[in-house]
Structure formats: C-alpha cells, structure tokens
C-alpha cells in the first residue's frame, strides 16, 4: 500500500468527498478548492496535507481518497485481500495478523464493498456479453438450518464473472425425526424463506448480464424457476438446458460455471462442505465472495497453465494483469455509480441474519 496513488506529491484531488456537493462527481476540468494545512501521523506518509471544499466548505486530506481512510493498520488490508482468496477463514486470518477476529470482519466489509465498486467502475467499460452461464452455488449462514443460494453469471468466451446476488433457501434433503422438528420450531419463530426468492435473484442477475444485449445466448441445467423468469426478460433469449448429471468435463456446456464453483469451493473457506468456517451471516458472505470475483477476474489469469491473460484482459478491460495494491489502488464511492438492488443491500449491510439479533447497517458518514 506504500504505493497509494493520493501519496504523490503531484497529486490533486478529482472531487470533493461530500455527496451532497454539487462537485461530488469526477470533475473534467479545475473546481474549487485550495490548500487547507496538513497534519502528522504515525504511519508514513507521515505528513498528510488537507484541503477544504469552497463550494459546501467540507475540509479533507489526500488520506481521504485513499482505500486505508480511517484504518490504524493499513497494512493489513492487502494482507486480508490475499489470505481471503487463499482459503483462510476469519479467526486463522485474526491469529496470522495477531489482531481481533472482529478487526478482520470489519477489514473483509471493507474489502467487499470497495470490490463491488471495483467491478461496477471497469463494467462501465464493458461490451455485451451474448453468451452467458449461470448457475446457484448452495452454502448456509449461520447454521445448516439457514441455507442460501449464491447465483452467479460467466460469460462463456472468457470466464468473465459477471454478477452474483442471492436467495435464502429452506433446508432440504434427508433429515432425521428431530431436525425436522427443530426445522419446524425454527419457522415458527423465524417465518419461512419466500418461496420466489431464487426467482426473484434469477431475475435480477440476468437483467444485470444481458443488459444492453440482443438475442443472446443463456446456459443453465435444468432448474424449474429458470425459464419463467428468462421468459420475463425484456428481449428475446435462447434458453440452453443442462442435465446437472451430465459428466462435467470440457465439453459440458455448463464447464465454465461447474469450474467457477469447484474453484470457489476451493479458494473459500467458508463455502467447503462439512467445514467449521460457514459464514455467520449471508451479508458477509457476499463481501467474501466479491472480493473473491474481483480476485479472479483481474488478478488470477484464466488457467493455470501456459496463460497470460486474465479474464478481464479477455474482453478488453484491461491490458496488464493487476496486483492487489492495484485493485486497491484509490478509493471508490458509491455515488459514482448505479448499483444493481441486490449490491445496494449488500453495501448498507442490509441483508439480515434472522437469528442474529445485533444486524448492523453501514451507516457511517465519513468513511464508505
């Protein structure tokens, strides 16, 4: 992070940080501002100048645009960056750091939101994509009783990872006599999950793909919600269907999301069956999972072997493979950009834990 783009001595701020001031957005050309002193801390840079907006008269520094905003222990943030796509989970990340599991929560929220950003800025760049996969990857919050549906769109020509959003389940398959009864005892307290919320993210997550495309292309298995909602889209789709019994090789259609989610398995401690590491809440497992797709699409190159491309780098959005510090290069803002419903929940912290009494929403003022 010792590389932060706001560290330059040549650099000037693109905006005022205050979204309500009328020079919020990137401004093309000068806006009015000027120097505003500076102060010390402790970590290098030490000296930090200030400057102070003449239009809403807010005063900020160069650390305001930076990703580390209001962090003690900047260094950690790419550290927790690298370790969370390397499969480690909170309280392993926590005593590699010799730092509180609660400070790694607040690190992968952070983490999570800019990553969402993150994708939103360069899809700003994006072509269409016309031939699309997309598949539900099964995990649970909390406990085996709360499960949830992660769905998530590929492009098919570049293993793109388009958008994920997802859908709480009820619990299913074979269950004993008494986790029936607790299943009950639980719905009854809790309320049942809807049941056209797989649906309603099957609808929202191929709004977001296909936007802008003309007859495309969708892949999927043989899901019976799928064609209703395709059938809803605004523009006419050839639907694909998969047997998900089919052998999952090469040659399967479904290849691309099959591989994503054997990968995600993998690179994600909290998605890996029978492990101790599940998620507590589904909103902090979208934060992992974001970090996890911005990882893959700009940083990870496509395959493993004799590949120098990223996906990203497929399609045109960038022209190098990125690092961590660039991912977290400068900080991105909300208002700059037009998030999908489901991002929106996920960026105020607002997907609740039922069980979990003490749900916190980020509210904050001054740091995103």
């Known amino acids: 992070m010792d590389r932060d783009v706001t560290h330059d001595p ?39 100048q200030r400057y102070k907006c003449l239009s809403c008269n807010r005063s900020f520094s160069n650390q305001t645009f930076s990703t580390t905003y209001w962090l003690k222990r900047p ?35 952070r983490l999570g939101r800019h990553c969402m950003l993150f994708q939103r800025h360069h899809m700003q760049q994006a072509s269409t ?13 909390y406990s085996q009783f709360f499960p949830f549906e992660h769905l998530v769109a590929v492009d098919c020509n570049s293993s793109f990872t388009i958008h994920h959003t997802d859908a709480p389940l009820r619990r299913s398959g074979r269950m004993t006599d008494r986790q029936k009864k607790r299943r009950a005892a639980l719905e009854q307290i809790y309320g049942r999950p809807p049941p056209a919320a797989v649906g309603k993210a099957v609808k929202e997550l191929l709004e977001t793909a296909l936007q802008g495309t003309h007859d ?87 395959w493993e072997k004799k590949c120098t491309q990223t996906p990203a780098m497929l399609i045109g959005l960038t022209d190098r493979v990125l690092t961590c510090n660039d991912i977290l290069d400068r900080r ?25 009494q003490n749900n916190l929403h980020h ?6």
């Open 75 to 109: 260094s950690l943030l790419p550290e927790v960056f690298n370790h969370t796509v390397g499969a480690m989970a909170n309280r392993q990340l926590a005593r590699a750091h010799r730092c509180s599991p609660a400070t790694v929560d607040r690190m992968l929220g």
């Open 363 to 368: 509210e904050l003022k001054y740091a995103f």
């Open 332 to 356: 991105l803002f909300p208002a700059h950009y037009q998030l999908p419903p489901s991002w929106q929940n996920y960026y105020r912290r607002q997907v609740l834990t039922p069980v979990i």
């Open 10 to 48: 040549c650099w000037r701020p693109p905006h005022c940080p205050n979204p309500s001031c009328d020079f919020h957005l990137p401004q093309p050309g000068p806006w009015p501002y000027r120097r505003h002193g500076f102060y010390l801390r402790p970590n290098q840079p030490r000296r930090i």
């Open 216 to 302: 495309p292309l969708v892949r999927s298995d043989k899901h019976k919600s799928y064609p209703t909602q395709i059938r809803k889209l605004p523009m006419p789709v050839r639907h694909r269907r998969t047997s998900s019994n089919r052998k999952r090789d090469r040659h399967n259609d479904l290849f691309e999301i099959n591989s994503l989610d054997s990968f995600m398995r993998h690179c994600c401690a909290n998605h890996r069956r029978e492990t101790i590491a599940f998620s507590r809440r589904r909103q902090d497992s979208a934060y992992r999972l974001s970090v996890f797709i911005v990882w893959k699409n700009f940083e990870k190159r496509r």
């Open 129 to 141: 994509f016309e031939d699309i996969v997309f598949d539900g990857l099964v995990s649970f919050e």
